[in-house]
Nanobody, 121 residues
Framework: VQLQASGGGLVQAGGSLRLSCAAS????????MGWFRQAPGKEREFVAV????????YYADSVRGRFAISSDNAKNTVYLQMNSLKVEDTALYYC???????????????WGQGTQVTVSS
């Protein structure tokens, strides 16, 4: 089972990035797919989640209205479109999968390796 996150990079404040998380090794159709992030010196925090089959979404207050999570079932890939990026969005972003997961990190069973997002002022 693998989750491969990609799409991170360096962007100026106000810019946009799109992260991708490609899933392989099993069917994730019954799973929730989430994004978390960890900034230097801080704990990992929830960012967004989508239910692969139903397509519902939920966001952390800090990113609601700026980030959008979506999925492409045919490609087994989940995306995180990040707009109006702020310096405080700088972090290592992880994708994760869990059967009954929402915002709690321990509810996720599988994790990707992380992709770095750096927002400069």
């Amino acid at each position: 089972v693998q989750l491969q996150a990609s799409g991170g990079g360096l962007v100026q404040a106000g810019g946009s990035l799109r992260l991708s998380c490609a899933a392989s090794g099993r069917s994730f159709s019954a799973y929730a797919m989430g994004w978390f992030r960890q900034a230097p010196g801080k704990e990992r925090e929830f960012v967004a989640v989508t239910n692969w089959r139903a397509g519902g979404t939920y966001y952390a207050d800090s990113v609601r209205g700026r980030f959008a999570i979506s999925s492409d079932n045919a490609k087994n890939t989940v995306y995180l479109q990040m707009n109006s990026l702020k310096v405080e969005d700088t972090a290592l972003y992880y994708c994760a999968a869990g059967r009954s997961a929402l915002t709690v990190e321990s509810d996720y069973d599988y994790w990707g390796q992380g992709t770095q997002v750096t927002v400069s002022s």
